[in-house]
């Protein structure tokens, strides 16, 4: 088995929904607060570091990008939520954007949410769960930046899933991620090709 998706390319930056791509396929969407890895995910995913934008600043990621995968799919890079530079003109744009992007989209299949494994989730996480409960869109949860934790932090992750987001671990599918780690990267890539099949 491949570890990783072998061709990707990007296709377009979205400011409006409108603006979709007209050629629709399934999309894989990737959420999570700004800088938690989103970006760097789907470069891993399509083992390409250069084909999302990535940075150590928060806030890179601006608008929706589809990167259109194997001429099959997409996956879809969202910007990062609870950077509070985005408050104001820009914030609006932004929550609108995402809302609808939410609303009615048959072709989502797979909302991937993204949590930091070193942290407690923060009230801003807690928000967006609980909205993306109320979609009922499928998700999975990836714990990132995993080379970054040592033994007991590790041991930790759980418990602050259950702390935080009242997430047990036998309900909902928790994948554990690294940007550089093939055979995490691997898991993750076989779960998505299961629900693209599906
Ligand atoms: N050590 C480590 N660093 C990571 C990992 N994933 C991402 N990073 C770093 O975290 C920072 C943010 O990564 P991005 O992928 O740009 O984060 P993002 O979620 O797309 O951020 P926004 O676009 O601002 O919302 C960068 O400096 C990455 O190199 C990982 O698995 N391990
Ligand atoms: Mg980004």
């Known amino acids: 088995m491949e570890n990783y998706f072998k061709k990707a390319s990007f296709i377009k930056t979205v400011v409006d929904k409108k603006e ?25 995913l399509v083992n390409n570091r250069k084909l999302a934008k990535t940075s150590s600043h928060p806030g890179h990621t601006k608008y929706l990008n589809y990167y259109l ?21 820009d914030y609006k744009i932004y929550a609108n954007l ?36 109320s979609t009922n869109y499928n998700f999975v949860i990836c714990m990132t930046k995993c080379d970054k934790l040592n033994m007991s932090m590790k041991a930790k992750i759980n418990k602050n899933l259950k702390e ?3 997430i047990n671990k036998d309900e909902v599918k928790i994948f554990l991620t690294s940007n550089d780690d093939a055979r995490l990267i691997g898991n993750l890539k076989a779960y998505i090709e299961t629900v693209l099949e599906g």
């Open 20 to 44: 979709i791509p007209s050629d629709r396929k399934k999309e894989i969407l990737f959420v999570g607060k700004s800088n938690v890895g989103k970006s760097t995910l789907i470069n891993s």
């Open 69 to 89: 995968v194997e001429d099959k799919f997409y996956l879809v890079d969202c910007p990062g939520y609870g950077f509070s530079e985005k408050r104001g003109k």
């Open 98 to 133: 995402v809302e609808d992007y939410f609303k009615d989209n048959e072709y989502l299949k797979l909302v991937v949410f993204l949590l930091d494994s070193r942290h407690l989730p923060t009230d801003d996480d807690l928000d967006f769960y609980q909205f993306l409960l």
């Open 164 to 166: 935080k987001l009242n």
